[in-house]
């Protein structure tokens, strides 16, 4: 495997396989690898003749309060991991690399983004498509995979894709567990350990949603409150439960059609989010 560090580089890189008529796979990630990263880079490795994995821990996507500073990171490690997976070219920009001093280009998306996590994060998906349209403009790539864990960002950056008429496929790959149900997460080395074994109840009160619907429950306030309950009898405090149509986002009243529940939890000072189609 080779470790690219220069966006030129790349791009030449790229360009050759594309000559050799060889399909390239793009999986972004900020590093510190675990399980649901690496089920993506398979995703990759089974779509495309080569993969190219980038870690890079996007400053324009952390608001001012939130964790950029204390973000993991173990580049050695995730190398080592993606070595043994096959993966060809590890993209490791620097920060100038990405954004030269005087940056002042962004790519943003209007409505999809003033739901649930970006409703909360001011500014979140600006950064986070400025970084993956950067991405997608050094790799080249045929197709990208995104996780379903985080899933407003998947559907922002598809939206993306199709309005920019991006010649990238847009893929997403399931939510990786940890085997009580906490999703994997670069943040849940964050928790505290007494906090561990309670953040398993974004998966419950998801669960539990589900299950209410399956039994025929169709009113969105109450499968709320089953949430909320089940996330505040755990210790954690809701920052949404939410509702949503899995297309659009828009809240639901009523589960009449396909449903998406969508949730973020703070346990401590460490926000965690799942997600689960209900219906549909
Ligand atoms: P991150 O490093 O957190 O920016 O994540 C990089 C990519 O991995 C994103 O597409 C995430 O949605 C995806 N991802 C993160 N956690 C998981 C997980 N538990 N299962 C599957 N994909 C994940």
Redesign the pocket.
Known sequence: MDVIRRVKELQARSEEWRRAELTVGL???????????L??VDIACGQADRVVVSIFVNPKQFGPTEDLARYPRDEEGDLAKLSALGVDVAFVPDLEEIYPRGYETYVDCTRLPSYLCGARREGHFKGVLTVVAKLFLACTPHLA??????YQ??LVIKRMARDLNLPVEVLS?????EEDGL?????NSYLEPDARPAANALFKALNRARQLVTSGVVDAIMLRRAMTELVEQAGGRVDYVAIVDPQTLEELQTIDQEAHAAVAVFFGKTRLIDNMRLKG
Request: glycine share 12%; no cysteine; charged share 20%.
């Open positions: 999986v972004p990630t900020m590093g510190y690898l675990h399980e649901g990263h089920s993506l995979v995104f996780g379903e864990k985080d960002q998947f790959g399931p939510t990786v567990r999703a994997m997460s670069s943040r």
